[in-house]
């Protein structure tokens, strides 16, 4: 490790000038932007996905034990957020802020990117801190290419109830996106938690170390939603052309179109990725 842990991080508001944004960033890592969504959108947000929450049990069914444990035993991970939330689809995918980040971000070294996953992710009592990591792990070249690697993903962590320290609020190293050695992922005395109130978000590099926080509350329940996107040219965790009914992207920007998976990807130095017959998927599929 080669940078000492802040105190806390950094917020900001949601209208600061993107370049000031994309300083503390670089800097640190991730920067907490209050009041990233309205009262009305967190309210109509939870409203839509309270049914599939509730028909979800808690805990991990991946054979791997390991990932079973970075899971969660009493966290529920709901994903196909974009059929199940007409405001994420509409609203939250499609808002000016992510995609002036993202652009400013991914288009200088990869001219595209598009949707990871997205995880609406339920921190119960009890479950104890995630382990540390770096969402790059999921493409591994990157962990070696280390600081000088490319930016292969970012992430938004939008604050669906308030984050607390006690109930399970994410852990963060800031600075540790500038370390050396990417098979350092920390240790826990290093973290700080990124407490946010409902509605804020934490935007922080694929680079950073971080991991859910153990909620040590007997009754409160931390919902945050995670959405990262990746380079254009990498391969996502979901399929979302086949989870997202045609008849649902259909009604969706082009931009969001392209960010699930509906439209190609033409990253810098190619003639097209994601294609049919060498042309446009979007024109294949009507859109």
Avoid at 36 to 61: H, W, Y
Avoid at 198 to 203: E, I, L, N, R
């Amino acid at each position: 490790m080669t940078t000492e842990t802040k105190a806390a991080l950094r917020s900001v508001e949601v209208a600061t000038p993107l370049a000031e944004i994309l300083e503390i960033v670089a800097q640190d890592g991730g920067v907490i932007i209050k009041n990233f969504l309205s009262a009305d959108q967190i309210a109509r947000f939870n409203a839509e996905v309270d049914g599939p929450m509730t028909a979800l049990s808690p805990g991990s069914k991946h054979e791997d034990e390991t990932v079973a444990e970075f899971h969660g035993s009493n966290t529920k991970r709901l994903t196909n957020l974009v059929t199940h939330s007409k405001t994420f689809r509409e609203e939250v995918l499609d808002k000016d802020l992510i995609h002036s980040l993202c652009d400013a971000l991914f288009l200088e070294q990869s001219g595209t990117y598009w949707l990871t996953t997205a995880q609406l992710i339920e921190i119960g009592p009890g479950n104890k801190a995630q382990m540390l990591h770096r969402d790059l792990e999921n493409w591994y070249p990157f962990v070696g290419m280390g600081p000088q690697g490319p930016e292969a993903c970012v992430n938004f962590m939008i604050a669906f109830t308030d984050f607390t320290e006690e109930n399970g609020a994410t852990r963060v190293i800031p600075g540790s996106h500038l370390w050396d050695d990417f098979e350092d992922r920390g240790c826990p005395e290093d973290t700080i938690p990124a407490v946010m109130n409902a509605g804020d978000a934490f935007f922080y590099s694929g680079k950073t170390v971080h991991g859910g926080g153990a909620n040590v509350t007997t009754d409160e329940y931390r919902r945050g939603l995670a959405f990262p996107f990746n380079l254009g040219f990498l391969t996502g965790e979901e399929a979302y052309p086949f989870l997202v009914d045609l008849d649902i992207a259909r009604t969706l920007s082009p931009r969001v179109q392209r960010i699930l998976g509906f439209r190609s990807q033409y990253p810098i130095g190619s003639p097209g990725l994601w294609q049919v017959d060498y042309e446009e998927l979007g024109d294949y599929l009507g859109l």
